[in-house]
């Protein structure tokens, strides 16, 4: 058994710093091997696949399994490591101005489509232009940005932007901008395509079978047009909807790779601990998920930020971590995770001190009645598994010490996101994104322009800061470092004095990997890569 956790402090630092740097030429490094064992070709991997996606087309749907088969399958131009530094993808290198207006990307040359057509500019072009715009959530928003998309010749991409966005050169990750093939997708009803079944990318692997309810499998891409890759085979991604049962399926050795929620979090040192898996909490950098209280300022007295802080106070997050979520993450400082570029470490801090929230709730006015209680507020539990559950509960017990009354109410996931996004809720736990940048996965948690009611994950708790809006606005174009880390440290403070919504934890997730599987985790988005650099021991 072998655990490779988070990087270190100095290395989360470094990725705080991950910033382009106009007029730059960029010539990334690629992956490392990670051992010094001689690589083995061929064999099969078996990977857990939950739940069952409903397409495989990545423009189409990002949903985490969309992104593991699909991110195989397809391709962005660009991957990120750990520190969130560009490296090559369908874009071998790249350039970017003095003035942070042009980006420049030359494609690998010998690309094919899966179905033996070639790969050029053209492409990209459509992609970006006309196809992820149309269809795809974050890509619209990433490129309206982009004043014009050129191809001066069939391996060279230019975008000319209205004006500075630093931010972009982190928008080409696969699932965020994932180039589809023109000849298949132009002129026609791109959600409706009859290829639709049959997904062509340019990726190391390509659709070769699924059987509902058991497995999807991709076999090796054979023209790859990076040389002797990818090492495997084929994949297996096996759909094991019972928590039990995949946890059966590691133990036995029927599936060497989980992901994301694949293990709840009480049985991972179990599963540690045998000798043929080892942990790897690494991978999710770029997404850099975020766990929080999300509350409702349209409710009294949620409204007022005195209560949003006692409820800071009465929270040991340390406990979450270490108790409900077994040690998997860190206590998150505030709206930015450590791991996404701009972060502020120097913020308000929130030890643990029920003393403290009971002098803001008495502060408020919230006097204890004969039975102790201050408030009652409603809790609509996510519906996401049994540690979201026990959660609950906790938050539920701490905030009854301080005399915050709180009533549980269960839904289905359908049900929560109705109520959440419709904002027919008081109080619920959710976790969000931050897609590396805070441009691209932050302020549209609390910018006021993005209060919009029936969307998930926007502003659905009503918090209106207009200091805060024009922080975030600024900061998205401002081509000077460090006056944009000045505007984000500034949105930072503000932000955790506020709390809109009260932060939990920055989340790890466990890998849990079968020890005969190499480079399974290589960059910053982990098992959702493509796989091309993974190999197995063959019996």
């Known amino acids: 058994m072998r655990s490779i956790r988070k990087m270190a402090s100095a290395a989360l630092a470094a990725a705080a710093l991950a910033v382009p740097v106009a007029g730059a030429v960029f010539t990334a490094p ?19 696949l939950n739940p069952e996606p409903a397409i495989l087309i990545l423009a189409l749907n990002q949903q985490t399994p969309i992104q593991t088969v699909g991110g195989k399958i397809y391709e962005g131009l660009l991957r990120y490591d750990f520190d969130l530094n560009p490296m090559p993808g369908l ?13 420049t990307f030359h494609l690998h040359e010998g690309v094919t489509w899966h179905d033996g057509e070639p790969f050029t500019s053209e492409d990209v072009v459509f992609s970006v232009t006309e196809m992820l715009p149309e269809v795809h959530p974050r890509a619209r928003s990433n490129f309206s940005h982009v004043e014009e998309v050129s191809a001066p010749d069939d391996h060279t991409v230019v975008f000319t932007l209205k004006q500075p966005f630093p931010a972009f050169i982190l928008a080409f990750e696969v699932s965020s901008a994932p180039i589809m093939p023109k000849h298949i997708y132009e002129g026609g009803d791109f959600r409706n395509n009859e290829m639709n079944d049959t997904p062509i990318g340019t990726g ?62 009480f049985d991972v040192q179990r599963l ?30 949620l409204g007022d930020k005195r209560f949003r802080q006692a409820i800071m106070y009465a929270l040991d997050r340390e406990f979450i971590r270490d108790n409900i979520w077994f040690g998997l993450g860190r206590v998150a400082t505030g709206p930015v995770a450590s791991v996404t570029t701009h972060y502020e470490p120097d913020v308000k801090e929130y030890p643990h001190d029920p003393a403290k929230a009971r002098e803001l709730l008495d502060e408020m006015g919230l006097t204890p009645d004969d039975d102790g209680v201050r408030a009652e507020v409603e809790f609509m539990v996510m519906p996401y598994g049994e540690v979201w559950s026990r959660l609950a509960e906790y938050i539920k017990q701490a905030m009854e010490q301080v005399g915050v009354e ?22 619920t736990n959710d976790y969000v994104y931050q897609y590396g940048h805070p441009a691209l996965g932050v302020a549209r948690t609390y910018i006021s322009s993005n209060i919009r009611k029936g969307v998930l994950f926007t502003n659905t708790m009503g918090y209106e800061n207009e200091r805060v809006d024009e922080l975030f606005e600024q900061a998205a174009v401002e081509n000077d470092t460090d006056k944009r880390q000045e505007m984000y ?8 004095e506020d709390v809109p919504i009260v932060w939990l934890l920055e989340m790890e997730f466990p890998n849990l990997i079968n020890e005969r599987v190499h480079n399974a985790i290589t960059t910053a988005i982990g098992t959702t890569e493509n796989f091309a650099d993974v190999w197995v021991e063959n019996p």
């Open 30 to 48: 690629t992956v490392a091997a990670a051992e010094d064992q001689e690589i083995q070709r061929g064999g099969t991997l078996n990977v857990i």
């Open 91 to 103: 874009a071998e290198d790249w350039e970017v101005s003095e003035d942070g207006l042009t980006y």
């Open 204 to 265: 190391p692997f390509q659709f070769d079978e699924w059987d509902k309810g058991s497995h999807i499998r991709l076999a090796r891409n054979d023209d790859y047009y990076l040389e002797g890759k990818p090492y495997l085979d084929e994949i297996y991604f096996r759909i094991i909807p019972d928590a039990a049962s995949r946890a059966l399926a590691l133990e036995t050795g029927d599936a060497d790779v989980s992901q994301y929620g694949d293990v709840e979090p």
């Open 272 to 301: 540690e601990a045998l000798s043929h898996l080892r942990l790897d909490t690494r991978g999710y950098e770029f997404v850099a998920p975020l766990s929080w209280i999300e509350i409702n300022h349209r409710e009294e007295p």
């Open 406 to 427: 709180v009533t549980l109410r269960s839904t289905d996931a359908g049900g929560w996101a109705d109520r959440l996004s419709n904002w027919n809720y008081e109080m």
């Open 489 to 496: 440290s500034e949105v930072q403070r503000i932000l955790v």
